[in-house]
C-alpha cells in the first residue's frame, strides 16, 4: 500500500539506524513513491468518502456500526463492528458465497489471561472491503450481504460474557 512506499522512500533520504539494513530503493518502488505522493490527496479524499458511505449505510442495521467513525477520519481500512461475536470463519464463509471478501480485523488472541474476553472482540469486528473506487451501491451491497451473514454465523449464546476489571 501506499505506506510501504512511504516508508521506503524515507528510508532512502535517511541515513541508516544500526541494524535496519533497507535504506536503497530501486527505480521502479522511488517511481511508484513519487507518484503516489503526488496523489495522496485525491487518495485521502476517496478514502474519507468510502467511509463515510459506510457510516451512512450501515446506519439501518441494528447489528452492526462503525467503531470509532470520524467524518473527517481517513482509514487504510474500514472494519465494522458487529452488536454479536459470530464465528469470524463461518461469517467469511457466508459473506464469501454472497460475493464479498471479508478480513479478519484483528490477528487471533495467542496471549494469555483474559483471552475469552479478547476473543469475542477479535470475532466481533470485520475487515470489509474499501477500496477507494467503491460507490454506495458497492458499500449498499457489502453491508446487506454482512447482514444476512451474521444470522448464520452467530455463536452459541452461552458465549463468555466480558465485563471491566
Known sequence: GLGYYIWRILG???KPTGNVGVT???NLDAAVAVVQLARIQSILAAKKNVLNLYNDVIQIYPKMRVPQYRQDA????VVVE???DV???LLAQEVRRRGVQLRSAYPPVRSSGDAGCQKNYVNSVVGV?????????DVERICAALDSAINVAQQD?????CRPK
Open 12 to 14: 532512502f533520504f535517511s
Open 24 to 26: 536503497q530503493i530501486g
Open 74 to 77: 481517513s482509514l487504510a481500512r
Open 82 to 84: 458487529l452488536a454479536e
Open 87 to 89: 464465528n469470524f470463519e
Open 129 to 137: 472491503p474499501s477500496g477507494r473506487k467503491l460507490n454506495k451501491g
Open 157 to 161: 449464546k452461552l458465549a463468555i460474557i
